[in-house]
Structures are given as structure tokens and as C-alpha cells.
């Protein structure tokens, strides 16, 4: 991988990698609802012989819900192949801590179930005595049982969390996350936990490749695995992190101007419109005259003002954000830039 540059590839993405780790809100799914396009894109790719594994830091839904939702929208798709945040904390978790020993977990049933087939010991107040503590995304949470997270730490637990996203997208709207709720423990007891099996750690990532392996198969190495996300701070920082390729796709809550003011370690390596760029080679970005252009279109910069050939097109897009990108690694400052008012679609 080549961090903050656009790569272009002679070959759909879904032929030049084997494996595609993919993130579901914002990208498969919103809430309840399906993403236009994103399984037409899933099934092509997965015609043409790309594997695919969904990532989530959802803590809260047990593999085969995931499954079966997605399997609603027409994919064949069995639990292994979904990774949750609570498979990954559990394992993470297991890793530190001796077996048997004492976990006190906030979560779902789904996190409670993932620290038991890990060989830990639930429990759910801090007079067990818990050794740790993991916190998960939890909907029914109340006041007390953030509490007792807090007692546990305060009184020496290993504080572990399933991931730190601040926000997560629903069917009304963008509401308070994992993050939102851990930072009220890190108030209460000034302790930060020692590690998040959620993006943007590449662990989950590196969990997944090896939860792939089954049947005696070998494990797919991470130059032939792709990261595709909606968020620059969870789905691509995890890939930069870990050396992955990522892509990023427009359906969630990244937008244009996120994408042209990214720094380095936030830009992903590729970018489409939906999942459907998974069948399509990425297209070359080339510099011309001080002016950047992708296919047909154009970038350029009419004094403090970037300018773009078409407000709709993806390829202006990528040539704005290879222009966006050399210039703020030159020194340029960017946040006194007039950026185009962009809706990307094609």
C-alpha cells in the first residue's frame, strides 16, 4: 500500500483481492434498511470469486441475526462470515487474561455469550471480583450497570471496550455510540481502556483473516485483502493501520469535503460511489498542466478556489482529492480553500 495517495488498479477490485472486509452500516445496511446496490455489488464480486467477511463494531447482534438480515436482502451469507466487535474483544480479551478468570461485561447477550466461548467467566457486579471488565454497545443499558463498569475499574479491572465509535447511523438519524458511553466511564474513573477491539485498531481486520481460515485453509495475507468502509476514522484508518488497502464507498456518512481535507492516515486507496465499484477497475489519476484529471474529468485550483469539471462525478472526485491531497502534503492549507459543493453519484 502507498499511505495517502489514489491507486488504480488494470482490474476490477474484486479480481486484484481475494478477500473483501467489509463494514455494514453505512455500507450494506442503514438500521433496517438496505443500501441500494450494495448486494448486486456483493453478489458480482462474489460471482467473480472474492470472498467476503462483514466487519462491525456493532457489539450487540449475534452473528446470525447479522446473518439473517442480510440474507433478507437476497446474500448467502452464514454467521462465520459475519466478524462483531464482540468476537474479536472476547478473543482479545482471552489473550491477556488466564482462563476462567473473572469478566465483568456490559453488553448484549451477544458480548456475554463471545466472553463464555472464550473460556471466561461472566460476571455483573464488581463484589465478584471481576479481573476485567469489557464494555460493549448496549441499548438497554441503565445507570447502574455503567456503575458497576466504573466500581470494577476503579478497583483495578483491566478495562476493555468493543470499540469507540462516538455516533452510529439508524433509521431516523445519527445517534450516541460505544464511544459516547465509554467516555462517561473514562469521566468517572480517569482511566482509558487498554485496548478496543473495534476499528479504527486493525484488530478486528487481523481477527478476521484468521477466522477465515477454516477448513485447513491458509490464512489471506493482508496485500490480498481489502478494507471497505463508509467512515475515514473507523473503516480506513483501520486498514491504513494494519498496511490494508481500503476503499471507501458514498453511502454512509462520509462526504466530499471529509474526503478532500482527510490527512494521510485517513485516505483511503480507493474510492466508489457504492458497492458496485467492487466489479469496476479503479480508474488512474494523473497530474496535467498543475491541473489533476481521472478519465474525463478535471481538478484544478483557480487561485484560493478548487475547482472540479462536474459536481456529480466520482472521477472528478478522485482527481479533487489526488489535487486536495499533494497540495496539503506540500503545505498548502486547505481549510482556506473554497471547496466545490460536490454530490458524487456516478
Known sequence: MTLGVLQSTTQ??????????????????????????????????????????????NSSRMQATVA?????????????QVITSSVVAARMVAKHE????????????????????????????????????????YPQMTWEMMAQISYAV?????????NRDLTIPREAGIAPGCGSMIQAVINATHVEPIASAGKPE??????????????????????????????????????NRGGYDSLCVLTGVTDHRQLLTA?????????????????????????????????NERAWFDGNTLKVSSLTSVDALRAACQLAWTAADKGVDMSAIELPDMEPAE
Open 154 to 162: 476503579e478497583h483495578g479491572a483491566a478495562y476493555y471496550v468493543t
Open 98 to 137: 488466564p482462563a476462567g478468570a473473572r469478566v465483568l461485561v456490559l453488553g448484549a447477550e451477544h458480548l456475554r455469550q463471545e466472553v463464555e466461548r472464550a473460556g471466561l467467566t461472566v460476571v455483573d457486579s464488581v463484589q465478584d471480583e471481576p479481573t476485567a471488565a469489557i464494555q460493549g454497545w
Open 202 to 239: 486493525s484488530a478486528m481486520y487481523d481477527e478476521a483473516r484468521e477466522l477465515a481460515a477454516r477448513d485447513g485453509e491458509d490464512m489471506v495475507s493482508v496485500a490480498a485483502s481489502l478494507a471497505i468502509g463508509d467512515r475515514l476514522d473507523t473503516d480506513i484508518e483501520a486498514g
Open 68 to 80: 439473517q438480515q442480510l440474507q433478507s436482502f437476497g446474500l448467502g451469507v452464514e454467521p462465520w
Open 12 to 57: 476490477p477490485l474484486c479480481e486484484q483481492y481475494k478477500l473483501a472486509l467489509l463494514d455494514l452500516d453505512g455500507v450494506v445496511y442503514r438500521g433496517a434498511d438496505p443500501i441500494e446496490y450494495a448486494a448486486d455489488g456483493i453478489r458480482d464480486a462474489e460471482s467473480r470469486g472474492m470472498t467476503i467477511e462483514y466487519t462491525t463494531n
Open 263 to 295: 490527512p494521510a492516515h485517513l485516505r483511503p486507496t480507493y474510492i466508489s460511489a457504492d458497492l458496485r465499484g467492487l466489479s469496476e477497475a479503479q480508474p488512474e489519476v494523473t497530474e496535467v498542466d498543475g491541473a489533476f484529471v481521472c478519465r
